[in-house]
């Protein structure tokens, strides 16, 4: 079964906007991560948040963790049209081998000129 | 530019034969996974080595599929025989302990 489990699971938004997806997750986690997969091509890794940390900033992007409600977001600011993906969130739990990662279904984004 | 190679892209086949998918990690990382992404399921967890070492293949139906890495540089998932249902893209992704993963662009596999 999926550890994590994102909501949305598709949003539409034009370019300048900004969009918002969530991910929950089960059980207790080493760290999160946030990939982006384009339409026909493997996953891209975005950002990693370890437990210890409650916000990530990259570029346009930034993650919150919040390990009591077992939920991490992630924001994209300013969207273009080339941010249309689908976006994953991983988890790496507690009670798996270290490193282990288990994706959630995506959030799929379109956006438009 | 490092990068991890998985192949073939796309294979057709016939229910019955053995599909053979091969990857080959970035050199030095030490943890290569199988995945298979499917619209119905998802990323599903198939297979998962560290420094070569099967850890985890409780995802992967033991009857007909079978993971390996030979080597450092080679790692196999197989399937015998193939099902219509096998059909899905398999991904190999490779990394360092507990760090971010490198995904492969994947492999098609369509079995009729």
């Known amino acids: 079964s999926q550890q994590g489990e994102e909501d949305p699971q598709a949003l539409s938004i034009q370019e300048g906007e900004n969009a918002t997806m969530n991910c929950s997750y089960k059980?207790?986690?080493?760290?999160l991560q946030w990939y982006r997969q384009n339409s026909g091509r493997g996953l891209v890794h975005l950002i990693l948040?370890?437990?210890?940390?409650r916000e990530k900033h990259s570029g346009r992007l930034r993650v919150t963790l919040d390990t009591s409600k077992k939920s991490s977001s992630l924001l994209i600011t300013a969207s273009r049209a080339a941010d249309t993906a689908s976006y994953f969130c991983?988890?790496?739990?507690?009670?798996?081998?270290?490193?282990?990662?288990?994706f959630g279904a995506g959030t799929q984004v379109v956006v438009t000129p | 530019d490092a990068r991890v190679t998985q192949t073939p892209r796309d294979k057709v086949t016939e229910m019955g034969q053995e599909v053979t998918m091969r990857c080959q990690p970035i050199?030095?990382?030490?943890?290569v996974f199988w995945y298979r992404q499917t619209m119905m399921q998802g990323l599903e967890l198939l297979a998962y080595?560290?420094?070569?070492?099967?850890?985890?293949d409780s995802g992967m139906p033991k009857d007909r599929f079978s993971a390996e890495m030979p080597d450092a540089t080679l790692a196999t998932l197989k399937i015998q025989p193939s099902e219509p249902r096998d059909s899905a893209v398999y991904f190999c992704?490779?990394?360092?302990?507990?760090?971010?993963?490198?995904f492969g662009e994947g492999s098609r596999l369509t079995v009729l």
């Open positions: 948040i370890r437990s210890n940390e």
């Open positions: 050199l030095g990382h030490n943890t």
């Open positions: 059980t207790s986690i080493n760290n």
């Open positions: 992704a490779s990394g360092l302990e507990a760090g971010e993963l490198f």
């Open positions: 991983a988890t790496d739990a507690l009670t798996d081998s270290w490193g282990k990662l288990q």
């Open positions: 080595f560290r420094n070569r070492a099967p850890l985890d």
